[in-house]
Structure formats: C-alpha cells, structure tokens
C-alpha cells in the first residue's frame, strides 16, 4: 500500500519548547484520517509542516514517497485551512473566481486559464453543490457555503490529498451533515485520501477509517476499531468520556476500510 | 476646449498624463485597499515630496540650474521608503502598521528640512503639493507612460497569482508562489506610481486617487475584475471630468478632481442604500 505521507521522528521547537516530539506517523493512500487533539497540542505545527509553510528542524517527512526538500508536486495536496472561517468576507470576489484560484500554480507563471481549466472550475464548484451560487460574492454566502467554496478551491487542482483543518467550525449544525456527506463522498468515489482535524473526537469517530491522537507525542494512531477501546484520559491528561456513536450500516464500511489498508 | 488642446502642449500632456494616471493609480490601487494596505500610498506620497523638496534644494543650491526634473529625486526617495516600510514591517511583526507613521513623518520631517534649506516655499513647490496642470512637461508624460506599460504589463501577466496574493496570502505561499518577491515588486510599482501621478494631483491628494474609486466600486461590483473595471472608470470620469471642470471655472485641478471622486463615492454609496431600501420594502 502506497503512504502518501510518511513522518518518521520529527520533533519541532518553538523557541526553546518542544511542540512536536518524536512523531511517527504514516497516511496510506485511500484512508479518510481524523486527526484529533487539544488546542495547542501541535496539530497546526505538524500541518503546516507537512505543507512545507515550516521548514523541517529534526527528523524525516515523506511526501508521495519524496523527502519534503524535494517535494515540487504541491499541487496534489489542496488545503482547507482553519482560517478560511476568518478571511476578508468584505474581499470582491465571486465565488468562480475564489475557486479558480486553486489553480494558479497549476496553470503557471504568465499564463491564463484555458477552456478546461474553465471546466475543472465549474465542476469543482459543481462538486460542492454550488453551482447556482458561482456568480455571488463570496462575502454573500453562509458561512458553511463559505467552507464549500473553499474546498472547492482545493479540489480544482485534483489532489490526491485534502486537509481540512477544523473544517466545521463556523458551520451550522444542520449542514455539518451533509458536509460529512460530501467528504465521505469525496473519499469514497473520487478515491481522495482525506486527513480531517478538529479537536471534537466524539464527532468523527464514525466517519473517519483511521485516526491520529497528537499531544506533542503521537499517542495513537491506528483505524477506528481499536481507538475506540482506548482509554482517552491518557491524550487529554485527565478523565474524559468519550461517546462512542452507534454505528449502524456506517460501522460495516469504517471497518471494511480500515482493514483494507492495513 | 478641444480647440485648446490642439493648441497648447502643455494641455495635451496634461490630459494624457490624467488619462494614464486616472486608470493605473486606481488599478493598483484596487490591491491596496483588499490588502488593507491604504495608508502605504499616504506614507509614500509624504517621502516623495522629500525627495521633490531635496531635488528643488539640489538645484537652487549647488547646482544653480532648473535642468533636474524633480520626479527623478522624488521616485528614488519613494522607492527607498517602500523599501523602508518592507523592512520595518519585518522588524514590528507584531506591529506591522507602525512602519507607515514612522515613514510618514520621517518624510515629512526631511521635507520641512529641506524646504527651509531652500528658503521655503515658492510657486514650484505649491505645485508639487497640490497639482497643477501647466506644470506636465513632455519628460514627465514620457516617464509616466513607462511606468504605465511596466504596472500594466505586471498586472495583466500575473493576475492570478496577485489575486491569489491579495484574497489569500498564506494559501498562496502553501501554492509555492513566491509572494515575498511578487510583494517586493509590488510595493516599488506603488512607489513609482505615486511618484508619478503627484504632477496632476499633488502629493497631498495622491492617495485618494488611488483609494476613492475603490472605495466607490467596491460597494457594488460582482467579483473582482468588476471591481478592477468600475475603479478605473470611476478613476477616469473623477481625472477627466476634474481636468476639465478646473479648466473652465479656473479651480485648481488637484482638488476638483478628488471632490469629483468624493462625489461619485457619495452617490455609489447612497444608490446602494436605496436598492438595499427598496428591496427590504419589497420583501
């Protein structure tokens, strides 16, 4: 099974404070990862330097089987960022034009959008279900619609891999469903290896094939299955219950899954 | 007056220069304002009048001739404390809007230095502060269009990635584009603009050309090229009607264009207050 990330003992200090540490961690191709952890446990650390926003101080990070100070090939990985919820939402831009520029690298330096990238565009803001809206502006949007359009700005360049950091946040709780929906959709059917982060555990253990507990250390990573029965009080530092959703038809696919890549 | 503009060179190179100035100063200007960069063109027009002022000192002093045109002085000065600002930005991470005042007044500190060195003020001076038309000379008009087809070219072969830049900096450093460098020059094109148009405006009224139609279009405009377009033409209908308007009732054109572009501002903004009314009514 082909890893499209391979992390091996990275360890990052801000200042003198060691944010990451020791990190071993592997995403195979297919898999659909939540990776969970409290507020300042170095998800956004290790994020951004799997995007190559932070250089690399110790250890080793593979991308599609490339050390990352090789890695040109941005274009396969789209990115959903945390800030997309706090972007200028007074910026004019409709959202055609928000999403085309997930291709600017792509197209390249000097050159304008041909006739198929027009169409990658479309079908891109098509896949998110929002195609009557490509006309607005984005600051007209909901703030889940907001999200959509900025997904759709990652998928226009075709990845293999999507991150979405806190993807939810800023979405109402009637749409965060169907926002699930469309990932498992995205993951499922299009074959994009997704890694979702948040902070809520309770609210992904359902739907992701495997999961990664970060607080400085790895503390687990493996698929659902087995992060259910674990004892979480050790991640967060002190006693918490965790609610394991019912898992219904649902469990049957997370299981067949997450066997699938082992 | 079209029978004048045959006439007269000094009111041909006027309107074109105001024609070319009226579309370039609200086109970069469009990038200014979604990157909340606004005050950069009054910091930069405050060090361009330094370097005018030391140029007009250079050559009452020690030169003893009026062959120096001062843009030359006053685009190096605005140049450098783009640059400044760059630097200082880098120094106040945290603090980054700090390095506009600190290179405002340290303009304006040189400036007043220099104008008394020079015995203060006199016509010339007046008309680097606020416009004038008979002051364009056929060196200016060809300087300026050299910096028009350099900001034109710039900005029709790398729109999306200045798109990018503007909508979303960090995603455009995730993308590999070089944002440090599109910065860079950038910034120098902004310089060189300001520098550029104070012979029409004057350097108190620079920035609002670049800020005012923006300011106008942004309230309506769907997308962002519709908002490249409308600045434009409100920059073009504020330059030349301003240009036109001081001609016959003998107004100086720096001001009457601004009041012009404050205007079209009012109304956009009123326009849009009545259809949002009338809308609510309805519904």
């Known amino acids: 099974m082909e890893e499209i990330i391979k992390v091996n003992k990275l360890t990052y200090k801000y200042e003198k404070e060691n944010v990451l540490e020791e990190i071993d961690f592997s995403v195979p191709r297919g898999a659909f990862l939540g990776l969970v952890g409290p507020n300042g446990s170095g998800k956004s650390t290790l994020l951004k330097i799997i995007l190559g926003l932070l250089k690399l101080q110790k250890g080793e990070v593979k991308l599609f089987g490339t050390a990352i100070e090789q890695f040109k090939e941005w274009h396969r990985i789209g990115f959903v960022s945390q800030k997309a919820n706090s972007f200028n939402s007074g910026f004019p831009a409709t959202v055609y034009e928000v999403v085309s520029s997930g291709l600017t690298k792509k197209v390249g330096l000097f050159k304008k959008h041909k006739e198929e990238d027009k169409q990658k565009i479309l079908e891109a803001i098509d896949s998110v279900g929002l195609s009557e809206k490509k006309g607005s502006n984005i600051g007209e949007l909901s703030g889940g619609q907001q999200q959509r359009v900025f997904i759709a700005r990652a998928l226009v360049s075709d990845p293999d891999l999507l991150i979405l950091d806190e993807p939810t946040v800023g979405v109402d709780a009637k749409n965060v469903q169907s926002f699930y929906e469309m990932l498992t959709d995205l993951n499922r059917n299009r074959g994009i290896t997704l890694i979702l982060v948040t902070h809520d555990i309770g609210t992904i253990t359902d739907k992701v094939s495997h999961v990664a507990c970060l607080n400085k250390h790895m503390h687990f990573h493996g698929d659902t299955e087995e992060f259910e029965k674990q004892n979480m009080s050790e991640l967060y530092g002190h006693d918490v219950q965790v609610l394991l959703h019912q898992h219904d038809h649902h469990h049957h696919h997370v299981h067949h899954h997450g066997g699938e890549n082992r | ?283």
Request: glycine share 8%; hydrophobic share 60%.
């Open chain 2, 1 to 283: 007056m079209i029978e004048a503009i045959f006439k007269y060179e000094f009111l041909q190179n006027a309107f074109l220069t105001g024609a070319i100035i009226g579309l370039i100063a609200p086109l970069l200007g469009v990038y200014i304002v979604v990157r909340r960069l606004s005050l950069i063109a009054d910091a930069l027009s405050h060090v361009t009048l330094a370097g005018i002022a030391a140029s007009l000192l250079l050559e009452k002093r020690f030169l003893f001739t009026t062959g120096l045109n001062p843009l030359y002085l006053g685009m190096t000065f605005s140049v450098v404390g783009a640059l400044f600002i760059e630097k200082l930005r880098t120094v106040y991470k945290h603090y980054q809007e700090l390095a506009i005042p600190i290179i405002l007044s340290s303009g304006i500190g040189l400036g007043v230095i220099f104008i008394s060195l020079a015995d203060g003020f006199n016509t010339d001076l007046y008309s680097y502060l606020f416009g004038s038309v008979s002051a364009v000379s056929r060196t200016d008009l060809i300087i300026i269009i050299i910096i028009s087809i350099v900001v034109i070219a710039f900005i029709s072969l790398l729109y999306k990635e200045l798109f990018l830049l503007s909508f979303d900096e960090e995603h455009a450093k995730a993308s590999g584009i070089a944002v440090k460098s599109l910065h860079f020059f950038f910034i120098i094109l902004v310089a060189l603009v300001i520098a550029a148009s104070m012979r029409i405006v004057g350097i108190l009224l620079v920035s609002s050309l670049m800020t005012l139609p923006v300011a106008a279009s942004i309230r309506i405009a769907k997308g962002f090229k519709q908002t490249l377009f409308l600045s434009t033409l409100f920059g073009e209908v504020s330059v030349l009607g301003g240009l036109t308007i001081s001609y016959y009732l003998n107004l100086a054109p720096g001001g009457t264009i601004v009041v012009i572009a404050v205007l079209i501002l009012i109304i956009v903004i009123l326009l849009k207050k009545m259809v949002q009314w009338k809308h609510e009514v309805r519904v």
